[in-house]
C-alpha cells in the first residue's frame, strides 16, 4: 500500500516537473495532502518498531 502510493507520488512529481506551464495551488495542495498521507500512513505503520528499537537502545546504554 505504501509503496503504490510513493510510485503514484514519484510519477505525479515527474509530470509536475516536466510540463512547461506552471502548476496551480490546488496541485501544490494535493501533493501536500499526499506527501502528509504518506507520512501519516509510514509513521503509524512504523511507530511501533521504531519505538522497540530506541527502547532496545537506552537497555543496551543503561545496562553498561
Same mark, same amino acid.
Given at each position: 500500500?505504501?509503496? $503504490?502510493l510513493?510510485?503514484?507520488? @514519484? /510519477?505525479?512529481?515527474?509530470?509536475?516537473? @516536466?510540463?512547461?506551464?506552471? =502548476?496551480?495551488?490546488? $496541485?501544490?495542495?494535493?501533493? /501536500?495532502a499526499?506527501? =502528509?498521507? /504518506?507520512?501519516?500512513?509510514?509513521?503509524?505503520t512504523?511507530?511501533?518498531?521504531?519505538?522497540? &528499537? &530506541?527502547?532496545?537502545i537506552?537497555?543496551?546504554?543503561? =545496562?553498561?
Amino acid at each position: 500500500m505504501i509503496l $503504490e502510493l510513493l510510485i503514484k507520488l @514519484h /510519477v505525479q512529481l515527474q509530470l509536475l516537473f @516536466h510540463r512547461k506551464e506552471g =502548476a496551480t495551488a490546488i $496541485e501544490y495542495l494535493i501533493l /501536500v495532502a499526499i506527501v =502528509a498521507l /504518506v507520512i501519516l500512513a509510514a509513521g503509524t505503520t512504523l511507530g511501533p518498531q521504531i519505538t522497540a &528499537f &530506541f527502547d532496545r537502545i537506552e537497555a543496551a546504554i543503561t =545496562a553498561t
